[in-house]
């Protein structure tokens, strides 16, 4: 039977205690699942990613990873933190929030060194990961010299180098050329088939079916509205619509309206 990663029951996040984010999410993310989560810009899907990452705490309910309850007081302990942020990685949806470091080459090298690892793997494990996001170019640049798509590539490649068992993806492919989103999604599927867990929040519907075997639908008032087969939701046009998934709009050529729909989250990548 497969372990439970994250149980969530019931948990509410606000923003300076004002700022509703969350309200009464329940979730559980068993070991080796796929998750995509999706809704409209504001309903929650950054700060949901930012809890389970521990980077904030739930207001009320529960939070917990492997059955502890995720606290400040739990990440007081070294051994506990340690091993969370070595299991656990973030990529942010704004690569400038997560890059820091003066070159390329130190930004993807800080995470193994800093979580422990033997220095003499972390060579072989730099060639390959710059090597998969084809930026072996990049490694004595700056990274605030970089284009955003070249950003993205760094700040995934400073999360993936390090092999999170649990991966948490804000809007992955966003900024990214054709290319890098096939071998990123092509990345996301070994992750998977080596028994690793990923949650993936994002605008690309496109991509969901490919990356998720669940998926997760927030609305507007930051709560869970409906779960589920990706396949089985997404083809629920009537839904997408209603929860500004999806957009219609007609034109009119050769004396025929003809009606097209857009996935509405591709045209809108502000923070949520």
Do not use: W
Not at 197 to 213: F, G, Q, S, V, Y
């Amino acid at each position: 039977m497969a372990m439970t990663v994250f149980e969530l029951k019931d948990v509410h996040f606000s923003y300076l205690g004002k700022f509703p984010a969350l309200a009464g999410i329940d979730i559980t993310v068993e070991e080796g699942r796929n998750i995509a989560v999706i809704g409209a810009n504001g309903s929650g899907k950054s700060t949901l990613l930012h809890l389970l990452n521990a980077l904030i705490f739930a207001d009320k309910g529960s939070c917990k990873f492997f059955g502890r309850e995720l606290n400040e007081g739990l990440f007081r302990e070294e051994d506990f933190s340690k091993a969370f942020r070595r299991a656990v990685g973030l990529v942010f949806q704004n690569p400038d929030v997560q890059l820091f470091c003066p070159t390329v080459r130190e930004e993807i090298m800080f995470g193994p060194l800093h979580l422990g690892f033997d220095p003499k793997t972390i060579l072989p494990m730099f060639d390959s990961i710059t090597k998969v996001f084809g930026i072996e170019g990049l490694v004595d640049r700056m990274p605030h010299q970089l284009s955003i798509g070249e950003k993205r590539k760094v700040a995934m490649a400073s999360v993936l180098i390090s092999g999170p068992d649990i991966l948490l993806l804000d809007e992955p492919t966003s900024g990214l050329d054709p290319k890098t989103s096939r071998d990123l999604i092509d990345l996301l599927k070994k992750h998977h088939e080596s028994g690793k867990t990923t949650i993936t929040a994002t605008h690309d519907l496109h991509i969901i079916e490919e990356i998720a075997d669940i998926i997760y639908v927030f609305d507007k008032n930051k709560t869970i509205i409906r779960y589920g087969d990706p396949h089985e939701l997404l083809c629920d046009i009537k839904f997408l619509e209603e929860n500004n998934l999806m957009h219609s709009h007609s034109h009119r050529h050769d004396g025929e309206t003809h009606v097209h729909r857009h996935d509405h989250l591709m045209h809108d990548h502000a923070h949520s």
